[in-house]
């Protein structure tokens, strides 16, 4: 019950916890120096771990363990305080602030005025809310942001060595040092320390963090991945109390305070209560709630009627849950096999069906004529992408060329029978089966007990199929054998081998998606059929540039000889029509005489002179005298010379007979 010290007649003398106020101050004092000491190393040496080794386990082994010191720290504090108080009203001299001096404030300037203004709000501010909520508050933040900034379960695993097992030493004996002191706490008579069971719950955690960290160091290795996590994970434990304490520290800023009222302890944790054997969380949640609220649950009759008639009722719905497991759902494209005492009994079909409830009766699921595709090869699962638009790129897996390596190609070896030597080659091929349990009874029971796993079962026999199939083949009949009755062939021989197996599998169709040879020897064929075509191209090439030369020069050729045969027609024509003409003019000649002679003088003349301008003078004219011709009238020709004197122009005269 807490003290009012307003109250008349109170005497706080005889209680033994104040009584015993001083001591236990004295000695909560040198408890929490050290650890808060420990806390403050541990927490340096974490970062300065996680700054030259952040994959490291010791980092947040390290947090851990500092920000469970850190709460009990703050658990020690916040009852230190309460101790003060039991001290300062049992009369022991304790540390009094001296009262402020008024000083006169007119002396002093408007900016040394709104300092103090400022100085007195925040100090009356502080002093409202109180330095044990603001100590748990900032102890509270240093453990969460401490957790937080080393929060890591991604960490590798590690093989520590030698450290680990010194670390784990210091953790245990750290640990047995908080045991011996959680255990004094544990037997402190409540009458003179009422606050000791709420601060031993409180070193629990503490404890508890050691001793886990220890098991984790010692039990490091290279493969176990555990410890690793496991010292993450217990950083959650701290983290909550410290959250709580954050919480609790926040909701008593709306509790009033009177400084002559005995205080209670702040750093309370129902997380912490919670670390007790057997656990009693409803025990704890009532408390909780009629210390707080001052709710008192056992008055209340429907819990009590709850609590009394809580066990029955959970017998009989644990009772009829139990019987419930004896409904099966089947789906529609599922069978179920009802085995009753571990033996198949029946096939279920698709419905509602009732049998033993579990373990005595249960259903095994088994596909009802679902259809799968299984591929002869297995590659790496494609990761999860969107939708390639219709418009766009095709995606890679509908390149079906020879010279890219597809998934689901399996490479077989067959036969060889180059240059009369029999050798053997590769080739990839892509052979897909369709395939389904039977839709019998018979062979839904051989699915499920005959096989492990139909899947890699089919892969097997079908690899098994195509090796003794293609060993007889060679590269050239393979490539040109009929796909739809390989494919028949290859699905015929795997479904006489599952049956022989009683697998339960029907094989509804074969696909040979396609056979090439690898990637390697496709980009070397290409490079082989390439320079084949590169050498027909060039010797075509040459062949046309020798048939264009030929074509030239029989052109040339026919050219020539077709002029020289013109030429020769031509000079020929013309010897003849000069024969002709000689032979005419003979003739004329020899009937006409000179008058054919004097024609054809007159003709050469008048066909030199037809461009000229000519005067004909008849001899006979004028007598016995000399024709004057006067030559002032006539103009110089153009071709003419300069010189023109009057001897040197032409005079034509002709005689007539």
Known sequence: MQVDLEAEGTNVEGLPRFQQAVFHGRRLKRVGIGLASLAAAGLLLAFF????????????????????????????????????????????????????????????????????????????????????????????????????????????????????????????????????????????????????????????????????????????????????RLVVLIGLLPGLVAAELLLRAVLSLFSPRRDLLEPTLLARSFVADMLRWPPQPLLALQHELHNRFGIDLRQIWAFTYMRRAFLPVLAVVLAVGWLLTGIHEIPLQGRGIYERFGKPVQVFGPGLHVGLPWPLGRVLSVENGVVHELATSVGDAPAATMADPAEGPAPAIANRLWD?????????????????????????????????????????LAATYNSADVPTLIRSTASRILVHDFASRTLDGLLGADRVGLAEDIGRAVQA?????????????????????????????????????????????????????????????????????????????????????????????????????????????????????????????????????????????????????????????????
């Open 404 to 444: 890219a390596s597809h998934v689901n190609d399996k490479s077989q070896v067959i036969a060889s029978s180059s240059n009369d030597k029999q050798s053997f080659q590769i080739v990839n091929m892509d052979v897909r089966f369709v395939y389904r349990i039977g839709l019998s009874d018979q062979a839904a």
């Open 49 to 228: 771990v996680g700054l030259f080794a952040p994959q490291s386990l010791w980092a947040p082994l390290l947090v851990s363990q500092s920000s469970a010191l850190i709460v009990v720290v703050a658990g020690l504090q916040s009852a230190w305080w309460i101790i003060q108080w039991r001290a300062r009203a049992l009369g022991e001299p304790v540390v009094v602030l001296a009262a402020e001096q008024t000083e006169p404030t007119e002396a002093l300037g408007w900016y040394e005025r709104l300092l103090t203004r400022i100085g007195q709000r925040w100090v009356g501010l502080l002093a409202q809310i109180g330095a044990p909520t603001l100590w748990l508050a900032g102890w509270s933040l240093l453990a969460l942001f401490s957790l937080e900034q080393f929060w890591n379960l991604t960490l590798p695993a590690a093989a520590l060595g030698l450290s680990a097992s010194v670390g784990a030493a210091i953790s245990l004996l750290l640990a047995f040092g908080l045991l011996v002191f959680e255990r004094q706490l544990a037997q402190e008579n409540p009458a003179e320390w009422p606050e000791a069971g709420q601060l031993a719950q409180l070193t629990r955690v503490a404890i508890i963090c050691l001793v886990i960290s220890a098991c984790c160091l010692l039990f490091s290795s290279v493969t176990a991945v555990w410890p690793v």
């Open 497 to 657: 081998d599952l049956q022989k197996l009683d697998s339960g599998v029907e094989i509804l169709a074969t696909v040979v998606e396609a056979i090439h040879p690898p990637a390697g020897a496709a980009n070397a064929y290409h490079g082989v059929q390439a320079a084949q075509i590169g050498a027909q191209a060039l010797i075509s090439r040459e062949r046309g540039a020798a048939s264009e030369q030929t074509n030239q020069a029989q052109l040339q050729a026919s050219v020539a000889h077709d002029q020289a045969l013109a030429t020769a027609r031509e000079v020929n024509a013309t010897a003849q029509a000069a024969d002709l003409r000689f032979a005419a003019e003979r003739k004329a000649y020899a009937a006409a005489g000179r008058a054919f002679v004097l024609e054809q003088y007159f003709a050469q003349l008048s066909q030199g002179l037809a461009g000229a301008k000519v005067l004909v003078l008849d001899h006979r004219l004028g007598g016995n005298s000399t024709p004057t011709i006067d030559l002032r009238s006539y103009t110089l020709p153009a071709t003419l010379p300069t010189d023109t004197s009057p001897s040197r122009q032409p005079v034509q005269s002709g005689a007539a007979n």
